[in-house]
């Protein structure tokens, strides 16, 4: 059996910068899981990236999901979890079907939006729930902080709902979620409490990592559930290999497009790729927030703050926390802060990347556009990334196999789909009663010291 990968810090080269000391050492998967961030503010990454064989992934084509899922989990976690526990734990996760819908040729549409909260997010939130009671110590009580821009706050709360010894505290921008979004999170109840803030997605961002970074909060066992804990990013490895799988012939390249905000969904096909997956090109196109086109482009990176509210609301991230890891995969740091203490081979981020900002307007044309030629519905994330799909094939001609996100469903957004289709989304089974639920959320200005006070009242580190 190989050893078991450890996690290091992508902030372990800054040298004692910012006021940072930097976490040299690594830890094991389970202590990165209930860490969520590295001491130093940094994002865990594994020490090596396990490889897949190309007949391992061809064997899945007419495999279930969940085998796709204990393909990629096992070659991450074997030496930490026994095969038969982690079968389980995919089993009990993904008990929803996964839809590969064609729109045009061989240019699909993966569909992440029929699990219970109508999200991608569940894909994430499902397993490392199921993970997080695995591995905690029994008798202590983890406190999980969550950052949302829309749709992760929702699924990860219904996802550790009920979870015994574990409590989910919420915080998302109070003015830039959707109707139906902020029902969903102020509604989850019995362990998981929703936070209004004053502000933006980053404001609450970094209410999360100051919080973390708290000595004055360490007797809480604070984690994360964000995208900035990489038991959120390994499970969102598992719908690429699936897809190829399921889609493609052997030894053929595929491009996906993936609507991207905090950068955790794409970094799932980055790591895919890596691992032996032959991804052609990763297209991640942006909202209005267009800081890393804009690198990609240049070469210059400048955070966008405050972050633009653009339709895409869960794409409304103006530092997206994931960038250190892809900056660290292609050879640089950049910090918390946005700063850039390293640059990244852009070169080679080139070759393998494509981003485009799409805007509001080219956002409401692409779903009426769509729905016109295909009858597909799209949400406004969605059409973000099949018009980055567009972008790219317009720009390199045509390709054989194409595969773009669709993360949310479009009923999530109703007054949008109205206005720009003249219909009503039909709602999914998962939130056909949200109108019935009762709930209010925790209000706050959004200073850290109200916040840090809110945590020291609320939460306890045992049960």
Request: aromatic share 10%; charged share 25%; with cysteine.
């Amino acid at each position: 059996m190989a050893d078991s990968i450890l996690y290091y810090s992508t902030n372990r080269d800054l040298g004692e910068a910012a006021g940072i000391v930097p976490f040299k050492g690594k830890v094991s998967f389970r202590e990165a899981l209930l860490l969520g961030q590295a001491p130093d503010e940094g994002l865990f990454m594994p020490d090596r990236i396990p490889s897949l064989r190309p007949e391992e992934i061809l064997a899945l084509k007419n495999r279930p999901y969940t085998e796709a899922a204990l393909l990629v989990g096992w070659s991450f976690l074997q030496g930490e979890i026994g095969k038969d526990a982690l079968r389980r734990i995919v089993e009990d996760a993904y008990d929803y079907d996964v839809p590969l819908e064609p729109v045009t040729g061989r240019k699909f549409l993966m569909r992440l939006d029929r699990g219970p909260t109508a999200s991608f997010k569940d894909f994430a939130a499902r397993m490392m729930a199921r993970l997080m009671s695995h591995f905690r110590d029994t008798g202590s009580r983890l406190n999980i902080l969550v950052a949302t821009s829309g749709d992760t706050g929702s699924a990860v709360g219904d996802a550790y709902r009920g979870v015994p010894g574990i409590a989910v505290t919420i915080l998302y921008p109070r003015d830039e979620v959707s109707g139906r979004q902020k029902k969903q999170l102020d509604t989850i109840g019995q362990n998981v409490q929703a936070v209004s803030v004053e502000g933006k997605f980053d404001d609450c961002q970094d209410l999360v990592k100051q919080a973390f970074a708290d000595p004055e909060l360490a007797g809480l066992n604070l984690t994360s559930a964000n995208s900035i804990n990489f038991g959120r990013i390994l499970p969102q490895i598992v719908y690429y290999v699936y897809a190829y799988a399921r889609l493609a012939e052997p030894g053929e390249e595929i491009v996906f497009s993936v609507p991207s905000g905090n950068f955790g969904d794409a970094l799932g096909c980055e790591y895919a790729r890596r691992m032996g997956l032959p991804v052609r090109t990763l297209v991640m196109p942006t909202n209005e927030n267009d800081e890393f086109p804009r690198f990609l482009e240049t070469g210059l990176y400048a955070k966008i703050s405050p972050s633009r509210a653009c339709l895409s609301n869960a794409m409304n991230v103006g530092h997206p926390s994931n960038l250190a890891r892809f900056f660290d995969l292609y050879g640089g740091t950049v910090d918390r802060g946005g700063r850039v203490w390293k640059r990244p081979d852009r070169e080679e981020m080139q070759r393998r990347i494509f981003s485009v900002s799409v805007s509001d307007e080219e956002t409401r044309r692409t779903i009426r556009r769509v729905y016109d030629a295909y009858k597909v519905v799209l949400e406004p994330h969605g059409a973000v990334g099949w018009k980055g799909l567009e972008a790219w094939l317009t720009r390199h001609g045509d390709f054989p196999l194409c595969v773009s996100l669709e993360t949310a469903h479009p009923a999530k957004f109703p007054e949008e789909v109205q206005a720009i289709l003249g219909i009503d989304p039909e709602l999914p089974p998962s939130m056909r009663d949200l109108d019935g639920r009762t709930g209010e959320p925790r209000e706050l200005a959004g200073t850290y010291k109200e916040f840090s006070g809110y945590l020291k009242k609320s939460l306890r580190g045992k049960d």
